[in-house]
């Protein structure tokens, strides 16, 4: 049964840089597709970014910013955030498909101070 787990994220000031990690485990297949979406309460989920084997896709407003990476360990994704604006603030959740279902981590809370 895959389980996702995300790590990383916390507090950067205006302009600044941080680095979610997920980590995919219970599982011998590799994950073609993994994402990252975001959250603030009150608010729909939304998709930040998504790699499909290399290929990867950005919500606008975060293109030039962020950047999603398959990590070294089988089923890990990085989500690097620089020039991080407070609207950035958000529980990030990583994602992926597997088994017809839609599997989620828990979260981490990036949050950046102005």
């Known amino acids: 049964q895959l389980q996702l787990r995300e790590s990383g994220g916390g507090l950067a000031q205006a302009g600044g840089s941080l680095r979610v990690s997920c980590a995919g485990s219970g599982i011998f297949q590799n994950l073609t597709i993994m994402a990252w979406y975001r959250q603030v309460p009150g608010k729909q989920r939304e998709r930040v970014a998504i790699?499909?084997?290399?290929?990867?896709n950005y919500l606008e407003s975060v293109k030039g910013r962020f950047t999603i990476s398959r990590g070294n360990a089988k089923n890990t994704v990085n989500l690097q955030m620089d020039n991080l604006k407070p609207e950035d603030t958000a529980v990030y959740y990583c994602t992926a498909p597997f088994n017809s279902r839609v599997v989620w981590g828990p979260g981490t809370q990036v949050t950046v101070a102005s």
């Open positions: 790699i499909v084997g290399g290929d990867t």
